[in-house]
Structures are given as structure tokens and as C-alpha cells.
């Protein structure tokens, strides 16, 4: 059993003292919590979100970390993992050092995804493998933040069975860590600190990169979508945007260090700018923007096909170093089910988005997340769904079966599709992806692909693997020393989902064309 089924599987609930009685958490919320509410979350005004350019630590906090480690484990999505550079970077600025070996840190931070059920169980069972480590070393500090320490549910738990906790933040609070430390430094009690309002948009904030050959650029935070089945609006808060010239700035400081790729994140990208006031500047501006900056490729994520106008597919035509490959969930193909999902779009709209993409951008590849499963799905709306993938000939799919998460207007819904019917779905779904994904990495064979080499592959050291443009995993054997250079390989093989090369030659640096 490897480390992630092991955790997975792990259940573990501290017992309860029975001489104690049940300690009083409203305190922790009355303080620093409201709980995820579809009615408040919707009340959002016009708040000003405050920006601050200037954030450094303060001195107070000099040395803290001295001859201290730190050890940060990060679930779901890239915005996750970006939040993880941005804690490293606070961490060493604040003089600790950061190690691999998790029972031998200071410091210990869960950074959590709430996005389904698994994740969050792999959390708890980590938070009890935890303890051990925890009566070893008692000044040990272990911590909870990211999406999961935004659900009340989740936050009231750990305080009743996880109490070797020391420390629980949320997504918008990331800044406050070297405050959120010292206290727990100082407290006899779990420090909790959650804000439910979503944060300022903070700069200038540290980063330790987790590479140098890609990096994740935040363009915009938070969601006003409220698909019925998503925690993300309220774990993430509402959609703020930070501002062109100090996105474009980070990108222009990445090209000169050597950066190959820049994916820009947010929870829905394609909303980005609708919150500025005083400018028309949408994400087809940036991105028109960014495709002169000299660096070999740009891509985005994620995307709704609500936000996705003619002014960015236009953009994305002009190719350069914007990538023809497009990440657009669609999540059902059944109008009912969308519905019912608060999607806001049709069966309809999606398909005319794609032929607009397409006749755009002709060689363009699209990819999808799909949710099989979703209550009331009948057997005919599961079918609409295989029909679209089949109509749009998406070349690879993120599958998933439906998972109620606490707090969503889908969790007060009938869970009315039995377990078996819905693995069943995600079966014949998950066949039909392979089918056309295999079909896409066929008519390559024998092709000459671009690939941004990361390094070996994960299965053998003598083999150097990357990407396409398209994303498209190849494996290859070369010289070491072209890792986090672009290549050109012959493709020789194919399989479902990934394609073995012959190295070629090292692509020559051309200069990008505005």
C-alpha cells in the first residue's frame, strides 16, 4: 500500500476524555469564523478590496525561524500549490529551513483541499499519523490551512478530535502566517484564525519557486460562480483581480530568470478584470499583453465557459508563445443537468464556444472535467454527456463521480443515483476518453513535437520526460543537460496517454514576435 492509500484509508479520532465535559468551541467562531452560506455568500456588495503593494515581514519576527525547519504537504489544485511557494518563501524569510523529512521539522503545514470527500479524509488520517510524531517531539508545531480550514464543519472537528493540532488559517489569511506562528509559539490553545470575508489582494508577497523551469503566476483570486455542487466560492471568497502592470511585471521577471512556461492560475480566469472600476481590461488584454514578453509559453487555468469572449479566442489565435491548448470544463453534456448544476449555459452555447475556438484556432486541443453521477442524472442525460465528448473530440478529460460537499446547495439534494450506477458511468466514460485520447497520440506517430524537458521520469532515471504545447507528456532518452530546455523529438510510439520519443537537437532560442 503506498503513502497516499495509506492515508487515505486512515481514519483516526482522537477518544474523548470522559471526565471532562464537551468543551464550548462557539468562542473560535464568534471571534474568527462564519460559517459557508450560499445566502450570505451571495450578498456580495461592493466592498473595497483593499490593495497593498508594500507587505514585508516585520521585525518583530526577525529570527524566528533560527536553527527551526519546516515541512509544508500540499492537496489539490495548482492555486494550492502556488500558496504553498508563497508559505515557503514567508517561512525562509523568517529564518527557518525547509526539509523533506517530516518527522524531523519544526514546523509541520497541511495545506488543504475541500473540493471532495477524499481529500478531506486523507487529511484527517494524516492529522493522526501526526500525533506519533507529535509525543516524540511536543514543541513540534502542526498546522491546518487552505480550503478545508474555511468549513466550519471541518475547523469544529479538528478542534474536538484533533487537539495535538497547534494551528488552523484559511486561504485568505496566508499573509498573517509569521503572526499566526508566534502565537502558537506563545499559546497554550490551538491558535485558530479564519477569515470567512475574503482578504485584501496583497504584493510583493515571497515565493520559493517549487522549479525553475515553470512557474504559476496568480492572476485573480476567488469565484462568484456558485455552481451548485462547488466549495470553491466560499472557501476562496469573491472574485478579485490583481492588477495588469504587476502581473505583467512578475511574468517579465520570470523570462529574465530563465523561466520557460507560465501558467496563470485562478479559480475562474476567464472572469478576470470584471471587478476593475476604472479600466476595460479583461483577460484577453493580458494575455495580448503577455504574448510579447519574450518566454516560450503561456497557458491559463481554470476556465468557465460563461466568461470565455471573442476578444480572447482573437487574442489566442495569434498563437506565439500562447499555447493551442485549452483546459474548458464543461462538466455535463445534458442541459437538465446543467440546470440544475448553475452552470448558466447550454448544451448549445458550449458547442458554439468550441466551434468558435476551433475555427480560430485550428489546431487547437481541448480538454474537459466531467462529474458523472450528479443527482437525478438519468441514463439518458449520462449519454447526452457521451455524445458532446464524442461532438467536441476533446483529446484527454479529468473524470470524477459526484461528491456532496457540506454547505452546496447540491448537498441538500437527493442523492438519488446508486454507488454502482455511478462507478458504472465513470467506466464507460473513462473508456471513451482513452478511446480519444489514443486516437490524438496516434496521428503523431512519426511527428517532430516541441518539448519543455522537467527532468527524468518517474519511472526510470535514464529517461528524460516533458511536455508539448498541447501538454502532451513524451519520454525520451538524451542528455542530461538538456533538462529545462525546449527539444525537438520524433515521436516512435504511442499509448493511451502518453508518446515515446527519439531526441532530435536542442530548438533554437528565437526571440517571440510581438
Given at each position: 500500500?503506498?503513502?497516499?492509500?495509506?492515508?487515505a484509508?486512515?481514519?483516526?479520532?482522537?477518544?474523548?476524555?470522559?471526565?471532562?465535559p464537551?468543551?464550548?468551541?462557539?468562542?473560535?467562531?464568534?471571534?474568527?469564523f462564519t460559517?459557508?452560506?450560499?445566502?450570505?455568500?451571495?450578498?456580495?456588495?461592493?466592498?473595497?478590496?483593499?490593495?497593498?503593494?508594500?507587505?514585508?515581514?516585520?521585525?518583530?519576527?526577525?529570527?524566528?525561524?533560527?536553527?527551526?525547519?519546516?515541512?509544508?504537504?500540499?492537496?489539490?489544485?495548482?492555486?494550492?500549490?502556488?500558496?504553498?511557494?508563497?508559505?515557503?518563501?514567508?517561512?525562509?524569510?523568517?529564518?527557518?529551513?525547509?526539509?523533506?523529512?517530516?518527522?524531523?521539522?519544526?514546523?509541520?503545514?497541511?495545506?488543504?483541499?475541500?473540493?471532495?470527500?477524499?481529500?478531506?479524509?486523507?487529511?484527517?488520517?494524516?492529522?493522526?499519523?501526526?500525533?506519533?510524531?507529535?509525543?516524540k517531539?511536543?514543541e513540534?508545531?502542526?498546522?491546518?490551512?487552505?480550503?478545508?480550514?474555511?468549513?466550519?464543519?471541518?475547523?469544529?472537528?479538528?478542534?474536538?478530535?484533533?487537539?495535538?493540532?497547534?494551528?488552523?488559517?484559511?486561504?485568505?489569511?496566508?499573509?498573517?502566517?509569521p503572526?499566526?506562528?508566534?502565537?502558537?509559539y506563545?499559546?497554550?490553545?490551538?491558535?485558530?484564525?479564519?477569515?470567512?470575508?475574503?482578504?485584501?489582494v496583497?504584493?510583493?508577497?515571497?515565493?520559493?519557486?517549487?522549479?525553475?523551469?515553470?512557474?504559476?503566476?496568480?492572476?485573480?483570486?476567488?469565484?462568484?460562480?456558485?455552481?451548485?455542487?462547488?466549495?470553491?466560492?466560499?472557501?476562496?471568497?469573491?472574485?478579485?483581480?490583481?492588477?495588469?502592470?504587476?502581473?505583467?511585471?512578475?511574468?517579465?521577471?520570470?523570462?529574465?530568470?530563465?523561466?520557460?512556461?507560465i501558467?496563470?492560475?485562478?479559480q475562474?480566469?476567464?472572469?478576470?478584470?470584471?471587478?476593475?472600476?476604472?479600466?476595460?481590461?479583461?483577460?484577453?488584454?493580458?494575455?495580448?499583453?503577455?504574448?510579447?514578453?519574450?518566454i516560450?509559453?503561456?497557458?491559463?487555468?481554470?476556465?468557465?465557459?460563461?466568461?470565455?469572449?471573442?476578444?480572447?479566442?482573437?487574442?489566442?489565435?495569434?498563437?506565439?508563445?500562447?499555447?493551442?491548448?485549452?483546459?474548458?470544463p464543461?462538466?455535463?453534456?445534458s442541459?437538465?443537468?446543467?440546470?440544475?448544476?448553475?452552470?448558466?449555459?447550454?448544451?448549445?452555447?458550449?458547442?458554439?464556444?468550441?466551434?468558435?475556438?476551433?475555427?480560430?484556432?485550428p489546431?487547437?486541443?481541448?480538454?474537459?472535467?466531467?462529474?458523472?453521477?450528479?443527482?437525478?442524472e438519468?441514463?439518458?442525460?449520462?449519454?447526452?454527456?457521451l455524445?458532446?465528448?464524442?461532438?467536441?473530440?476533446?483529446?484527454?478529460?479529468?473524470?470524477?463521480?459526484?461528491?456532496?460537499?457540506?454547505?452546496?446547495?447540491?448537498?441538500?439534494?437527493v442523492?438519488?443515483?446508486?454507488?454502482?450506477?455511478?462507478?458504472?458511468?465513470?467506466?464507460?466514460?473513462?473508456?471513451?476518453?482513452?478511446?480519444y485520447?489514443?486516437?490524438?497520440?496516434?496521428?503523431?506517430n512519426?511527428?517532430?513535437?516541441?518539448?519543455?524537458?522537467?527532468?527524468?521520469?518517474?519511472?526510470?532515471?535514464?529517461?528524460?520526460?516533458?511536455?508539448?504545447?498541447?501538454?502532451?507528456?513524451?519520454?525520451?532518452?538524451?542528455?542530461?543537460?538538456?533538462?529545462?530546455?525546449?527539444?525537438?523529438?520524433?515521436?516512435?510510439?504511442?499509448?493511451?496517454?502518453?508518446?515515446?520519443?527519439?531526441?532530435?537537437e536542442?530548438?533554437?532560442?528565437?526571440?517571440?514576435?510581438?
Amino acid at each position: 500500500m503506498n503513502e497516499e492509500q495509506r492515508l487515505a484509508n486512515q481514519q483516526v479520532n482522537q477518544p474523548k476524555k470522559e471526565d471532562k465535559p464537551e468543551k464550548d468551541y462557539s468562542k473560535y467562531f464568534e471571534k474568527v469564523f462564519t460559517a459557508p452560506s450560499l445566502k450570505d455568500a451571495k450578498k456580495r456588495g461592493k466592498e473595497d478590496v483593499k490593495y497593498h503593494k508594500d507587505f514585508s515581514i516585520d521585525e518583530q519576527f526577525a529570527g524566528m525561524g533560527k536553527d527551526r525547519t519546516f515541512y509544508i504537504r500540499t492537496y489539490g489544485c495548482q492555486m494550492n500549490e502556488h500558496d504553498t511557494e508563497v508559505m515557503a518563501g514567508i517561512f525562509m524569510q523568517l529564518g527557518y529551513t525547509p526539509t523533506e523529512i517530516i518527522e524531523e521539522a519544526d514546523v509541520v503545514l497541511l495545506n488543504t483541499c475541500a473540493i471532495r470527500e477524499n481529500a478531506e479524509n486523507k487529511v484527517f488520517g494524516e492529522l493522526g499519523f501526526l500525533l506519533k510524531y507529535k509525543r516524540k517531539n511536543p514543541e513540534m508545531l502542526i498546522g491546518v490551512c487552505g480550503c478545508m480550514s474555511q468549513e466550519e464543519s471541518v475547523v469544529n472537528k479538528i478542534l474536538r478530535s484533533y487537539p495535538h493540532v497547534d494551528m488552523v488559517f484559511g486561504t485568505h489569511n496566508i499573509h498573517r502566517l509569521p503572526n499566526i506562528l508566534k502565537e502558537a509559539y506563545m499559546s497554550k490553545e490551538m491558535v485558530v484564525e479564519v477569515w470567512s470575508k475574503e482578504g485584501d489582494v496583497i504584493e510583493n508577497l515571497p515565493k520559493k519557486r517549487l522549479g525553475s523551469i515553470k512557474a504559476w503566476v496568480n492572476i485573480m483570486y476567488g469565484c462568484d460562480k456558485f455552481c451548485t455542487y462547488c466549495i470553491v466560492p466560499y472557501t476562496r471568497g469573491k472574485e478579485r483581480s490583481r492588477r495588469p502592470e504587476e502581473i505583467i511585471a512578475e511574468v517579465r521577471e520570470l523570462a529574465a530568470a530563465g523561466y520557460q512556461e507560465i501558467m496563470l492560475l485562478g479559480q475562474n480566469v476567464n472572469a478576470y478584470g470584471k471587478d476593475f472600476e476604472d479600466i476595460e481590461y479583461r483577460l484577453g488584454d493580458l494575455m495580448d499583453a503577455l504574448r510579447k514578453i519574450d518566454i516560450p509559453r503561456i497557458r491559463f487555468t481554470t476556465s468557465h465557459p460563461r466568461d470565455f469572449d471573442d476578444h480572447l479566442i482573437e487574442v489566442l489565435s495569434k498563437r506565439g508563445n500562447l499555447v493551442e491548448h485549452i483546459h474548458l470544463p464543461v462538466q455535463s453534456g445534458s442541459n437538465d443537468i446543467l440546470k440544475i448544476m448553475a452552470r448558466k449555459y447550454t448544451r448549445e452555447h458550449f458547442l458554439t464556444l468550441v466551434e468558435k475556438i476551433k475555427a480560430a484556432i485550428p489546431e487547437v486541443t481541448l480538454t474537459t472535467d466531467i462529474i458523472v453521477g450528479y443527482p437525478n442524472e438519468t441514463e439518458e442525460q449520462f449519454e447526452e454527456t457521451l455524445s458532446l465528448y464524442r461532438e467536441v473530440g476533446f483529446e484527454a478529460a479529468f473524470t470524477y463521480i459526484y461528491s456532496p460537499r457540506e454547505g452546496t446547495p447540491a448537498a441538500k439534494m437527493v442523492d438519488n443515483v446508486p454507488e454502482e450506477v455511478k462507478k458504472e458511468r465513470l467506466q464507460r466514460l473513462n473508456e471513451v476518453v482513452g478511446e480519444y485520447s489514443r486516437k490524438a497520440l496516434e496521428r503523431l506517430n512519426g511527428e517532430v513535437v516541441e518539448v519543455l524537458v522537467e527532468g527524468t521520469s518517474k519511472r526510470r532515471d535514464d529517461v528524460l520526460a516533458g511536455y508539448t504545447r498541447k501538454n502532451r507528456l513524451v519520454n525520451f532518452k538524451g542528455p542530461a543537460e538538456v533538462i529545462g530546455q525546449l527539444v525537438k523529438v520524433k515521436i516512435i510510439e504511442t499509448t493511451s496517454y502518453s508518446l515515446t520519443g527519439e531526441f532530435l537537437e536542442v530548438v533554437k532560442n528565437e526571440k517571440v514576435e510581438a
